[in-house]
């Protein structure tokens, strides 16, 4: 029996059906459906990477797809043709007594949108983020928006309930998934002892890098090192959304033991990256270095951290880590042994810190760039065939994301509000404070920083519930006027600053280019040294 509107709304008040965040009956609820909506999560296929998939090959395959994330209301372009995972805003548990099915709404179908490619089934006992195998049959590329209503499910009531739920088989791939898994059905032929095929590529066959499809490149086998972790080829799971924490990085195959720390150096070196977990840059012993931890220890096969690449002025990050893996911190989290000026991982926990410590062997080039010396350190680190760390599981919360979207209510301060002007002769930020029309009082500083340490000293930013959005309005409208004045620029309150408009009676803007472009160019020359703060 399929349950009507009146009975879905009874059973999610019984809990029998839970629904995470609760619908909204009026918008979502149906005669005998409820309507889902589209989440922000996405996993696509990098197809020009490998020719195809061979399913009796033990696989990776998230190494061959990528994860996108969008901000809510936000686009997702759906090419024609294309295939992609896409998730539900909601969470959906079901009861041992209830089946659901998923179907696309027709309003999509019309324009060539399928939502569920197959598989719409959701057994008793679900529970997790339902997950769409979305397509384009259509000819045009289609917005599809997250938070849009994207398709609906039914409910059906079971003749008896089920002994064993859905969460209950030993084998449930999806069980609880709250993003966008990819296939998992090379598990059941490794569960069955299947080996791989042979002879599938005649300058292939012998590579040992257990991606589950096989690399486009054209290189012999001679060329190719192992990436097994132990003698039986296994290699530890890594999670979808891996690496957790935002950085500037490459990431390269995920069962990789190699991570490589590349220093200051912007571009430059080269790396293979299917021999190579990730590549990124570090300038500093602090920011960075916390990354770099948190990173590496939530992918439990990289073992070897490879430090190459220029160092950064004043900094010392290879020593650093070294100094760190060999003599950890003290109770106030220093690096024991750091020369650098600020080697303090206050962001992270002792667990932490004792872990990376355990799970890394350090390879110190410090300097250097040249890529071949670089790879002959990764081939070598590969030829020690380490095995995953086998610790306890440390999780990597990713820190939430809120996106900045306006505009809002603004409302008005009750103690009066700020007109912020230029004196250019003078070389003065004049804050001019009115209330009822008239000016009550005025604040003449030299920076921003000056005046806004007046303002809030002499507190005549209003309490009210938006006395912090005023006060950083007022920061940066003064924050660009102290840029126009040094610059000799025309300022104007809440408009943009118009580099081609100079001051009455200032210098030429002529010169005020040629010093920008000497800026530009002292900044290009740096830019291997500083480019990046982290």
């Not at 590529?201 to 590579?207: G, I, R």
């Not at 033991?257 to 430059?268: D, I, Q």
């Not at 430090?307 to 950890?328: D, M, R, W, Y």
């Amino acid at each position: 029996m399929i349950l009507s509107d009146r009975d879905i709304k009874e059973y999610i008040a019984k809990g029998k059906i839970k629904i995470n965040p609760v619908p909204n009956f009026e918008i979502q609820l149906g005669p005998c459906s409820l309507d889902l909506r589209l989440g922000n999560d996405f996993k696509v296929f990098r197809q020009s990477r490998y020719p195809y998939i061979d399913l009796k090959r033990p696989f990776e395959i998230e190494s061959i797809m990528e994860d996108i994330v969008i901000a809510d209301d936000s686009p997702f372009i759906l090419q024609p043709g294309e295939f992609i995972l896409a998730v539900t805003m909601e969470d959906v548990f079901i009861d041992n007594d209830l089946m659901g099915r998923l179907d696309g709404r027709s309003s999509l179908g019309r324009l060539g949108v399928v939502v569920h490619s197959t598989a719409a089934r959701f057994d008793p006992g679900w529970n997790g983020k339902p997950v769409m195998e979305l397509g384009n049959l259509g000819v045009m590329p289609v917005v599809l928006y997250s938070g849009m209503r994207i398709c609906s499910l039914t409910f059906e009531t079971l003749s008896s309930p089920c002994e064993k739920t859905y969460q209950d088989k030993k084998n449930a791939k999806y069980a609880k998934q709250e993003t966008a898994l990819a296939s998992r059905i090379g598990e059941e032929f490794q569960a069955n002892g299947v080996q791989p095929k042979e002879g599938v590529m005649e300058n292939q066959k012998n590579d040992q890098t257990d991606l589950g499809c096989w690399p486009a490149s054209n290189a012999s086998p001679a060329h190719k090192t192992s990436l097994s972790s132990d003698a039986g080829g296994q290699t530890s799971v890594v999670n979808a959304s891996w690496p957790f924490v935002e950085g500037r990085f490459y990431v390269g195959n995920k069962n990789s033991p190699v991570a490589v720390c590349t220093n200051a150096s912007v571009e430059g070196i080269k790396l293979d990256m299917e021999k190579v977990a990730i590549c990124g840059k570090c300038v500093t012993e602090n920011i960075g270095i916390e990354k770099i931890i948190q990173n590496v220890i939530a992918n439990p096969n990289i073992r070897f951290l490879i430090l190459c690449g220029k160092p950064s002025k004043g900094h010392f990050v290879e020593q650093a880590i070294t100094a760190l893996i060999q003599n950890g911190v003290d109770q106030e989290k220093t690096i024991i042994g750091a020369v650098g000026n600020m080697p303090h991982l206050k962001g992270l926990d002792i667990e932490i810190i004792e872990r990376f410590r355990a799970q890394i062997e350090p390879v110190n080039l410090n300097g250097e760039t040249d890529s071949n010396i670089v790879m002959q350190a990764v081939e070598a680190c590969l030829a020690k065939s380490r095995s995953p760390y086998n610790g306890e599981k440390i999780e990597i919360i990713k820190v939430e994301e809120v996106e900045a979207k306006g505009p809002f209510d603004w409302k008005e301060d009750p103690n009066g509000f700020f007109v912020v002007s230029l004196r250019p002769n003078q070389r003065k930020i004049v804050v001019e404070h009115l209330k009822d029309g008239k000016t009550i009082k005025k604040v003449i500083g030299d920076s921003a920083q000056d005046i806004c340490y007046k303002i809030g000293q002499m507190q005549m930013v209003g309490d009210f519930e938006q006395t912090v959005e005023h006060a950083m309005y007022l920061g940066r409208e003064l924050q660009k006027a102290e840029l126009c004045l040094k610059n000799q620029l025309s300022y104007e309150q809440d408009g943009d600053i118009a580099l081609s408009e100079k001051i009455p009676g200032a210098p030429l803007f002529k010169k005020i280019v040629q010093i920008a472009e000497k800026d530009v160019e002292k900044q290009e020359a740096k830019k291997n040294l500083y480019g990046w703060h982290d």
